[in-house]
């Protein structure tokens, strides 16, 4: 085990970046006033503009590419047909590097779609060929469940209180490489979201005093994927060879 692995390393990654300047601001609150180390961006959303000029404006916060599919309910595609998924998935890359001039730091889906059986390879395909980081295949092990709502829809606010983000720390941040997902943001009219008034309660944790000075006391290193690639090396995922 390398010294890196021996210490407690915490991606901290907000989803949803470029869904609305209102989920923009809480993002980039969390980053600058909290904890959050890293975005995934949704490069067919109306605020998708607006978070490359922050991020421009923010340069040590890493920004992956969250394909979209789905929307909130309203698919992009037919998510059955493999071949437009195909073309989809090679689309939003191609229009995440040409929005922010370099290739994301890492890979990851809106409703976690690239979990799907039949979609997983095309998911897996392009991490393989361009030397991403794809969530839940990658050494970064991922926490999920840092989240407001119950299946069903039933809100639980209290589960992602600054308490709960502090009891999360305490016993699913372990030794080595984990990413703790997250969706802070403002409840606006200009994205309109069945995951609403938990954004803000998130957000308010991820910049919760008690919350960071308990990362500090448990000696937890927080850390954006650009600097994991750095700290894994050879062992980093690299771009296939030609």
């Not at 990413?179 to 200009?190: I, K, Q």
């Amino acid at each position: 085990m390398t010294d890196a692995e021996k210490r407690k390393i915490c991606i901290v990654n907000g989803d949803d970046f470029g869904a609305s300047r209102s989920v923009n601001r809480g993002i980039v609150e969390a980053h600058r006033d909290g904890i959050l180390t890293s975005a995934s961006l949704m490069i067919n959303m109306p605020g998708a503009e607006e978070a490359a000029e922050l991020s421009a404006d923010n340069p040590d916060l890493s920004v992956g590419l969250h394909v979209n599919f789905t929307n909130e309910g309203d698919s992009v595609i037919d998510i059955t047909d493999i071949e437009a998924a195909r073309a989809e998935l090679d689309r939003q890359y191609e229009l995440f590097i040409a929005l922010m001039g370099r290739p994301p730091t890492h890979l990851d889906s809106h409703h976690n779609v690239h979990r799907m059986p039949e979609l997983a390879p095309l998911f897996l395909g392009l991490a393989e060929r361009q030397g991403l980081f794809l969530r839940e295949h990658s050494p970064v092990r991922y926490f999920s469940t840092f989240y407001g709502q119950w299946e069903g829809g039933e809100s639980h606010p209290e589960h992602v209180s600054p308490k709960r983000l502090v009891s999360v720390l305490e016993s699913e941040i372990s030794p080595g490489y984990t990413e703790l997902a997250c969706h802070p943001g403002y409840v606006s009219e200009d994205f309109r979201s069945e995951y609403a008034v938990e954004r803000e309660v998130e957000l308010r944790s991820l910049c919760s005093s008690m919350v960071k000075q308990r990362v500090a006391e448990l000696d937890i290193a927080l850390v954006s994927y650009s600097q994991v690639r750095n700290m894994l090396g050879s062992m980093a995922p690299r771009p296939a060879q030609s």
